[in-house]
């Protein structure tokens, strides 16, 4: 890890009112995740959770370009862990196991693509910019949307559309996510943060135990997890840890990494 780095934190928090507005901070790498940002986000959620006086939780990224392009490929290429040493529990960017109370909304500029779909699809609410796009290329690259991407799209769009998402590796652009009810809705760029903020303030404004007793009804939440998720996570696991032993696997950063095309050996 580089000083700039070690420096420079992996994501910005900043207070408005009630809101929590947590932005990933690597514009220079599109806001790819590594263990800064994860260590940033998931103590941002802890902060949230904490505070009586956050209501809502606002995640976005820095820059206009990416959200989030997921997993930084290059930190995985050099065998660097992308988790919050000691809160890997907490998940992908400390965020997409890592159950809160407060509800959150992903406000996605730009790209999101693997993780950056992961983080949007583990948000109770999506206001996408025009710009947006939204794809799980992992297999592009020999690895799977381990995030709980290979089964929350599947629960939150149509079951061929997110097959063929997945299995092309192709993404989708902000207005078909809104035809197809991924978002809940699309905004001019330039208005992005404002209307994520402006739900934020809507939400805000009813009872916080009622919103948050509401929530984990709906999620089904028992002792701080979706119940109906863990089984779903447990083999997303096992799959990624078998496929991690493959010659592929391996391949696929590392391609990325040298900038050419993978060779894949099935193997």
Known sequence: MSTAETITPGAL????????????????????????????????????????????????GAGNKSFCAGADLKAISRGEGLHAPGKEHWGFAGFVNHFVSKPT???????????????????????????ASFGLPEVKRGLIAGAGGVFRLPAQIPHRLAMEMMLTGDPISAATAEE??????????????????????????????????????????????????????????????????????????????????PVWKAQ
């Open 13 to 60: 928090v900043e207070r408005r009112d009630n809101v929590l507005v947590i932005t990933l901070n690597r514009p220079e790498a599109r806001n790819a995740v590594n263990a800064s940002v994860s260590i940033a986000v998931g103590g941002a959620l802890e902060e949230a959770e904490n505070d009586p006086e956050i209501r809502v939780i606002v995640l976005t």
């Open 105 to 131: 909304i992903a406000a996605v500029n730009g790209t999101a693509l693997g993780g950056g779909t992961e983080l949007a699809l583990a948000a109770d609410l999506i206001v996408a910019a025009e710009s």
């Open 180 to 261: 197809y009810r991924l978002v809940n809705r699309v905004v001019p760029d330039a208005e992005l943060l404002d209307a994520a903020l402006a739900l934020a303030e809507r939400i805000s404004a009813n009872a916080p135990l009622s919103v948050q007793a509401s929530k984990r009804v709906a999620l089904g939440v028992e002792n701080g997890e979706i119940v109906a998720e863990k089984s779903k996570w447990a083999l997303s696991e096992r799959e990624w840890q078998n496929l991690m032993g493959s010659e592929d696997a391996r391949e696929g950063p590392l391609a990325f990494a040298e900038k050419r095309a």
